[in-house]
């Protein structure tokens, strides 16, 4: 009988490959997110097209075109249902009309106080707006950024702690004899999982 061993006793045939791939990935995660919130660039809410990498703006709104309001509800591999995203038509102090990312139902009376990252249409969103308002649009505010930060410096925390528990197993800190050692395992085979529930989500509303 072939034994196909543990996934920990895979790992530590070529340790030193995984705990690379694992601190970049780590990285990559806890950076993303965190530049979400240290770093904010002003932009122009009236050439928001031209809006700086990681641009914010903020305005006031005067007014809210419900009947233009929509829904997108995504979806991962068109099989795995992934939330909605719920944009709304609002006018700025100075007359320009955009889009805004927000949670559903949002509130959003004249002098409601919009905060948000600019970011863009994709393609298909795109399509949807020049098709249902004839609206050409690029650009839209996401207030739902701090959200999405919070989740990629989540996925990194993941990620370290399961280099720390890989690391404490290899290096024999959690003995194979000790009681601690399957609860170890199987914490450590499970933590991809929600890692890899949270960039699902991501990937459909980065």
Not at 5 to 29: M, N
Not at 164 to 169: I, S
Not at 187 to 192: E, G, Q, S, T, Y
Request: hydrophobic share 45%; proline share 2%.
């Amino acid at each position: 009988m072939v034994e196909n061993g543990t996934l920990i006793e895979k790992i530590e045939k070529h340790p030193r490959l995984w705990c690379t791939a694992a601190a970049v990935i780590t990285l990559v995660c806890l950076l993303s997110g965190l530049m979400g919130f240290l770093v904010k660039s002003e932009a122009d809410i009236n050439n928001i097209d031209k809006a700086p990498v990681y641009g914010h703006a903020g305005f006031e709104i005067t007014d809210h075109d419900k009947e233009e309001d929509f829904e997108i509800i995504n979806s991962f591999c068109r099989y795995i249902p992934t939330g909605s995203e719920y944009f709304y038509r609002v006018c700025t102090e100075d007359g320009t009309w955009l889009f805004v990312r927000a949670d559903k139902d949002a509130d959003f009376d004249k002098k409601t106080v919009i905060d948000g990252k600019v970011r863009k249409f994709s393609g298909e969103e795109k399509k949807y707006l020049l098709d249902k308002y004839a609206l050409n649009m690029d650009n839209y505010i996401d207030m739902t950024w701090l959200r999405i930060s919070l989740l990629q410096i989540a996925s990194g925390l993941l990620m370290a702690f399961e280099i720390l528990l890989g690391a404490a197993m290899i290096k024999d800190k959690i003995s194979a004899e000790s009681k601690m050692r399957k609860a170890a395992e199987i914490v450590f085979c499970a933590l991809p999982f929600p890692f890899a529930a949270i960039w699902i989500y991501l990937l459909c509303h980065i």
